[in-house]
């Protein structure tokens, strides 16, 4: 417990955020702030679907792992992925601490409530290219996002990029595959939003030195 909680005490769980098939997302109350707490859901996150995230990943191939014991490497790569971005200033949220099955990160939002999916706004040129900027940043830091939709960005005064625990080395074996996904789901986002882009444009842009 010490880990998670040797900066912020949790005082409680105010609401979930989000509910969904592998997670449960919460605001929480620490002292003044608030505060985001990530749920990891052990009895449905797939140990066959998220393996190869992992396998390929120089960063964690040393680290051995079983079917019971995945979910804590997991979570410890979702918080080295945030690190990283936090190095790299990429706009996401700032990793507080991880505890066997959950994640604790800075919250994105306001009193009222947490920050809108890109999906829920009203996207314009200057959000497109906060987003490829982001995704070039982020290449360079050698990482790749691997699940990156209007889904996984959120929006509070700009674009910020959530849900990195599949994110990988730009040196896995499927790293150029998750990467040509990525840039795909964004160009279609953006193309129906009426933005012109095309995905060897947003190609180019991110792999330029
Ligand atoms: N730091 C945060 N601050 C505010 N809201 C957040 C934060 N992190 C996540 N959320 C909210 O929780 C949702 C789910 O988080 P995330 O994308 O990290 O989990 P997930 O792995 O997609 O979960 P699942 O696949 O089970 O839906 C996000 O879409 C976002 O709305
Ligand atoms: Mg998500």
């Given at each position: 417990m010490k880990y998670v909680f040797s900066r912020y005490s949790i005082?409680?769980?105010?609401?979930?955020?989000s509910t969904g098939k592998e997670s449960v997302v919460f605001r929480a109350v620490s002292g003044k702030k608030f505060i985001a707490v990530k749920i990891f859901k052990m009895s449905t996150l797939k140990f066959m679907n998220i393996r190869k995230y992992i396998e390929g990943d120089q960063r964690f191939s040393k680290i051995r792992i079983d079917r019971n014991d995945i979910i804590p490497v997991w979570v410890r790569k979702e918080y080295t992925n945030l690190m990283a971005l936090e190095n790299a200033h990429v706009p996401a949220p700032k990793p507080i601490g991880f505890f066997k099955n959950i994640l604790v990160m800075s919250y994105l939002g306001t009193k009222s409530g947490p920050a809108p999916q890109l999906k829920d706004v009203d996207v314009n040129e200057d959000i497109y290219t906060q987003v490829i900027d982001g995704m070039r940043r982020m290449y360079a830091s050698r990482?790749?996002?691997?699940?990156?939709?209007e889904y996984n960005m959120l929006y509070h005064r700009k674009v910020y990029f959530i849900d990195l625990a599949q994110a990988v080395d730009?040196?896995?074996?499927m790293a150029a595959e998750f990467l040509e996904r990525d840039i795909l789901n964004v160009s279609t986002f953006f193309e129906k939003h009426g933005i012109d882009t095309n995905p060897d444009r947003i190609r180019e842009y991110i792999k330029k030195k």
């Open positions: 005082d409680y769980l105010d609401f979930p955020i990482i790749v996002h691997a699940d990156l939709s730009i040196d896995h074996p």
